[in-house]
């Protein structure tokens, strides 16, 4: 059986380096994760 991933996108590229860039600041161990997330994932762990 297949699985899909909907993965959702809506941030511009500085906006997501701004979002990357403060949630490595506050956890450093996710930085091998960090790229795997989506922009949804990536503003709900930076609040």
Do not use: A, C, H, S
């Amino acid at each position: 059986m297949t699985i899909l991933q909907m993965k959702r996108y809506f941030l511009d590229e500085k906006e997501r380096e701004t979002y990357e860039n403060t949630l490595l600041k506050r956890q450093p161990e996710l930085w091998e994760r960090i790229l795997e997330m989506d922009d949804e994932e990536l503003v709900e762990r930076v609040k």
